[in-house]
């Protein structure tokens, strides 16, 4: 996807919001952007990405965070949907509908694998043995 890209990761956005890591492909700065957002779970009830609805309000209980953080919802919603995170994305000259958008997890379930996210995409952590 991308071999010695500029990246910057961890950027705070206004609301708490925070963006993963964004890239830049030198070769292919106007079409070679990415918005990269990791789920990595140490537990592995929560490794797999499964779908469901994210609940904003559960998402405030602890007991429920990392069940919520392990729905595609989720990343659709928080890291890739909310405003406060487009408007930040723009200051580094990525504009709505212009860039990628790329989920990298350690595995999801078989109903996420068949139906990936309309203009996301889904890259697994190779497995370490």
Not at 61 to 86: H, N, P, T, Y
Not at 117 to 123: F, I, K
Request: glycine share 8%; with cysteine; hydrophobic share 35%.
């Amino acid at each position: 996807m991308l071999n010695d890209g500029q990246t910057i990761p961890n950027i705070k956005c206004k609301g708490g919001y925070e963006i993963d890591l964004v890239a830049i492909d030198p070769n292919h700065p106007r079409t070679g952007k990415y918005h990269i957002e990791c789920h990595v779970a140490t537990s592995a009830g929560f490794r797999k990405l499964k779908l469901g609805k994210f609940d904003a309000e559960l998402h405030q209980v602890a007991q429920r965070k990392s069940i919520e953080r392990s729905k595609l919802d989720f990343f659709i919603k928080q890291k890739f949907g909310s405003e406060a995170v487009a408007d930040e994305l723009e200051k580094y000259g990525f504009k709505k509908g212009k860039y990628k958008k790329v989920i990298v997890a350690w595995d999801w379930d078989e109903v996420v694998r068949r139906m990936p996210p309309s203009g996301n995409t889904l890259m697994q952590i190779p497995k370490v043995a």
